[in-house]
């Protein structure tokens, strides 16, 4: 298989993980986005980064994008080439908003755009491909597919499924100025959770999702009946016993906040493994100012309603 383009680029949103209680399976796209440009060329690989990892991001074959380009193109047997890189990062590194899937799915969607051919590198591929290098899912699912997503593996093969939320989800992200390893984060999680808790993360995350795929709905329960009760289901839904308390004493700063906010009434969450903090309605101005004003950058998402786009090439404009 020959490359039809020799000049592509992409855009990939960044992306939140878990949304609470949906460990290793919820995902959200949300628009903030990392362009990334490529030339084939003779020669050496060369990357050049404006924005977020500059100056301490590889620039050459070990950058994470470009290892995930030539993964792409052995995939579908196309030749390898040099490549000139331009990135332009705006999803903070080591923060728990997908970086690293971004940079993978930006990658192989490259490789997809430089062959320039539709049938070439499909949004299964995609997923199954992008899986494999991170591990899993849950973040290269919503990058891939725009919207929200619940996404898993069976017997190494990964599958996903996309939902458009409704309006009322309306992410804002606390970013930190500290950084946090995802190896980190699951380093301090136990090897075994009691059943209770299992059992409630099952239910509050079945809630989230059937909560994430309905634009409408009615919410019933003792204190209440009837009307859609959006912010009482999203409080329900965002409750968690499986992962984030454990990640306590790794991100102190963030729980603190995540604790603060859900008491003051918000559906906050941590975002991926941290240390970011997402709420996912919107947070009046007086509590983001206090929040600036003891550190954290705070930041409208909105859902990002598609995923990863071919933005220079034959395939541009073409859905995944």
């Not at 995802?182 to 136990?190: E, I, V």
Request: aromatic share 4%; with cysteine; glycine share 12%.
């Amino acid at each position: 298989m020959r490359l039809r383009e020799d000049f592509v680029a992409v855009k990939v949103p960044a992306t939140s993980a878990n949304l609470g209680p949906g460990f290793d399976s919820l995902g959200l796209a949300l628009s903030l986005y990392d362009d990334i440009a490529v030339h084939a060329v003779t020669g050496a690989t060369s990357v050049v980064i404006e924005g977020e990892g500059a100056g301490s991001v590889d620039t050459g074959e070990n950058n994470l994008v470009v290892r995930a380009l030539r993964i792409g193109l052995d995939h579908v047997g196309a030749p390898q080439v040099g490549i000139r890189m331009h990135c332009t990062n705006r999803i903070p590194h080591g923060r728990g908003l997908g970086s690293s899937a971004a940079a993978i799915v930006a990658g192989l969607t490259l490789a997809r755009a430089l062959v320039g051919d539709p049938e070439v590198l499909t949004a299964g591929d995609l997923l199954q491909l992008s899986a494999d290098m991170e591990g899993h899912p849950d973040n290269v699912a919503p990058a891939i597919l725009g919207g929200a997503t619940v996404a898993w593996m069976e017997n190494g093969v990964a599958g996903a499924l996309s939902v458009n939320p409704p309006e009322a989800i309306a992410p804002l992200a606390f970013i930190p100025a500290f950084e946090l390893s995802t190896s980190k984060a699951r380093a301090a999680l136990p090897a075994h959770v009691p059943h209770g808790d299992a059992a409630v993360n099952a239910g509050r995350a079945a809630l989230l999702s059937a909560l994430l795929a309905n634009g409408s709905s009615r919410f019933v329960s003792a204190e209440a009946d009837g009307g859609d009760g959006i912010h009482e289901l999203l409080m329900a839904g965002t409750q968690d016993r499986l992962h984030q308390e454990y990640r306590r004493g790794a991100m102190e700063p963030s729980l603190a906040l995540v604790d603060w906010l859900r008491e003051a009434g918000f559906a906050a969450v941590i975002s991926g493994a941290g240390p970011t903090v997402l709420s996912l309605e919107a947070v009046p101005a007086d509590v983001r100012e206090q929040a600036r004003a003891a550190g954290w950058t705070v930041v409208n998402m909105p859902v990002a309603r598609h995923g990863v786009s071919v933005t220079r090439g034959r395939l541009a404009k073409v859905a995944l």
